[in-house]
Every structure is written in C-alpha cells, then in structure tokens.
C-alpha cells in the first residue's frame, strides 16, 4: 500500500542495504512485498478482528515506530532488535508457512534467504504500527477494524506478483455489502446523530430552565406563606410569662445587696486579726548578748547558703582578729532549720580559713529570728 511504503525512506533502504549488502532496488522491492505479504496474512487472520486489535494494544503498537523507522535501522544494532521483534510477529501471524514464504521471496528478489527473512520481519512491525496508528486516530471498533482490512483485501493481494499469490494461497477478498457497516458508513452514521443531538440539545435546555424557574418560584411562595404565619403567631402569652419573672427579681434585689454589706463588714475583721496574729509570730525575740544572723544569706527554707556577701562582716571579724571566737545558737521558734543553719554557718568559715576550734555550736535557745540562728563573739 502506498500509504505505508511513504514511511520507507531512502535513508531506510541505504541502512538495510550496507547492513545486508544486498542492492539498493532488492531492499526497496523486499520491504514493499514484505509489507503486502504480512498485510495478507493479517487479512486472513482466522483468530479475527478482536484478535488484531488485541496486539495492537499489548503490543504497544501506536505508530510511533513509523516517525524513527531511520533510526532504528541506523546500525545494525538497532536494525537486529527490529527484526527480533517482527520475527515474534511474523511467526504469530504467518506461522508454518513462513519457510516456504522466505524461499518464494528470496527467488522473486534474487537476494540471499537471510536477507530475506529480514527484510520481512522488518516489514511486520512497520505494518501493525500503521494499523495501530489508524486504530487509535479513527477510533475503530473490532467490527469496523474488520471493514477496514476487507476494504484493502483487493489492493493488497493484487500488488503481489502472481507466483507469490498462489504461493500464499490468498482468495481474493471483496467488501461485504450484506448486513455489513463499512467504517465510512459509520462515521456517517455518528456525525449525523451528532447534528441531531445539536439540534435538540438547546430545546431540553429551554425546557429544564423553564423547569427550574416553576420551581423556585413555588418554594419562594412557600416560604412568603410561612414567615406570614410566623408573623401572625401570638405572643401574648408570651408577655404574660415575663411579668411574674421581673416581680421575682426586684423581689430578691434587696436580699442581695443586704448579705454582700454583711460580708463586708466582717470580712476585713477577719483578715486584719489574722494579720496581727502573722506580725505577732514574725517578731523577733533574740537572746541578751546575741545577734541575729541575716537571714538573706540562705535560700528559703533552706540551710544553704546563697548569700555570702552577708556573711562578710562576719568573716572579716574573724580574719582580722586571730584570737577572737564566735559561738553559734540556734532558735528554738524556728525549728530545725536553725541548727542546720548554725553547722552551715561554721563549715562556710572553716572553708574561708577560720580554724574550727574558733567557731562553737551552742544547744538551742528560746527565742525567735528569721534565719533561725544567732550568734556572739567571745
């Protein structure tokens, strides 16, 4: 067929022909046959049409092949795996007959049988890729796919020279013209439904418009007929419910407000005789002939010591005046703590360098301090 020899270029033929080194005019020749051959037998398929279209899709054959045919045949290479993949294809297609198709082949070109075979199983893939490529621009079904090879079965067979066609034992096929839907046909068929439709679609739009303006125009009137009755409901025992309610709360204002004046009054009694109670306890009551450590020196409620710039004097004293001794006493009215402050006191000077047999912890005393210790010099 015209249509696919177009995609053997001369570009094409130059390859196969180094590659096969076989003439120029035997490469062109074998290729236009090789694509006759293998179309026949696609015609003939006896597993049909669903069968076809089923290799076209598995087999990815989209037409893509047809744009880079010049490529894949640039080496020899490239030129091996096409044939590696027709050979898969002309085996499924032509099947026992493919020896003896070889042979006839290879006679009618005067090329070597190799040769041959390859110029063949090069045709196969170049063959499906158009097919496929019509398959997926016309968007044939299995049916009108079966047309279409049947409408090219005359062609086909009578550009092959009259030994091949006996050779491959090919009738001559004619379209069908009982009962059969030709894919012109059809595509006539589809686009005079297509303008019927164009014609029609705009009265049913008309119409659903039409629909749609009756029906909100129904559900607005309904709702007009219920905020009307919404409007009309009484409320007049609605504003005798109300009245009794405000009675109640002016009633129960005046108890309010009397409580809250009680609570004033005794509240800031209360507090103001805990508050003397707390100054009371907080006074210090510190020993004769005693001082008060600072109580800021230590963390709170704690023995350890933070501080020490309020421990300084103290050190000072000490460090100054060798023979002097201080006695440390902890307050009975603060607890424990204040032991654990007088040792803490004592082992802060002992680090300073003020020898420990300076420094003596008294037994507690009475008396009372914030940092729970005391202390006197001797």
């Known amino acids: 067929m015209d249509v696919i020899k177009k995609y053997i270029t001369e570009s094409v033929v130059d390859h196969l022909s180094q590659q096969l080194s076989e003439e120029k005019g035997s490469v062109r020749k074998g290729l236009e046959l090789g694509v006759n051959i293998f179309l026949a037998f696609v015609i003939k398929f006896d597993k049909g049409p669903k069968n076809i279209l089923s290799v076209l899709n598995d087999g990815g054959h989209s037409g893509e092949l047809l744009k880079n045919l ?27 007959k493919l020896a003896s198709i070889t042979d006839k082949l290879a006679q009618f070109l005067s090329v070597k049988e ?8 090069v045709s196969a ?5 158009f097919l496929g490529k019509t398959v997926r621009e016309e968007n044939l079904s299995a049916t009108q796919l079966k047309d279409y090879l049947q409408g090219i079965s005359d062609q086909v067979v009578g550009n092959l020279p009259l030994n091949l066609q006996s050779a491959l034992n090919l009738p001559s096929y004619k379209r069908s013209t009982v009962g059969a839907t030709t894919h012109q046909k059809a595509v006539k068929e589809l686009n005079q439904k297509k303008e019927n439709w164009s014609f029609i679609w705009p009265w049913i739009l008309l119409v659903f418009v039409g629909v749609m303006i009756y029906y909100f125009s129904r559900i607005k009137e309904v709702a007009e007929k219920n905020t009307v009755a919404t409007v009309k409901s009484p409320t007049f025992e609605l504003q005798q419910e109300e009245v009794p309610v405000l009675e109640d709360t002016v009633e129960e204002a005046p108890k309010v407000e009397e409580k809250k004046e009680v609570v004033k009054k005794v509240e800031p009694e209360k507090r103001q005789e805990d508050t003397s109670k707390k100054e009371e306890k907080k006074k210090p009551e510190i020993p004769a002939g005693f001082q008060a450590v600072p109580p800021y020196a230590f963390a709170h409620e704690s023995a350890e010591i933070t501080q020490e710039q309020y421990l300084v004097d103290l050190l000072q004293n000490l460090m100054t005046q060798s023979d002097k001794k201080i006695v440390l006493s902890p307050l009975k009215g603060s607890g424990s703590i204040g032991l654990d402050r007088a040792y803490a006191i004592r082992d802060f000077l002992i680090d300073k360098g003020v020898g420990w047999e300076r420094i003596n912890i008294e037994q507690v005393r009475s008396g009372y301090t914030d940092s729970g210790v005391v202390l006197r010099y001797q």
């Open 70 to 96: 010049d490529n894949f045949t640039a080496s020899r290479e490239k030129s091996r795996l096409l044939e590696t993949i027709g050979q898969n294809i002309v085996n499924y297609f032509i099947g026992d």
């Open 125 to 129: 893939p170049v063959v499906l890729g």
């Open 114 to 121: 190799s040769s041959a075979s390859s110029l063949l199983n």
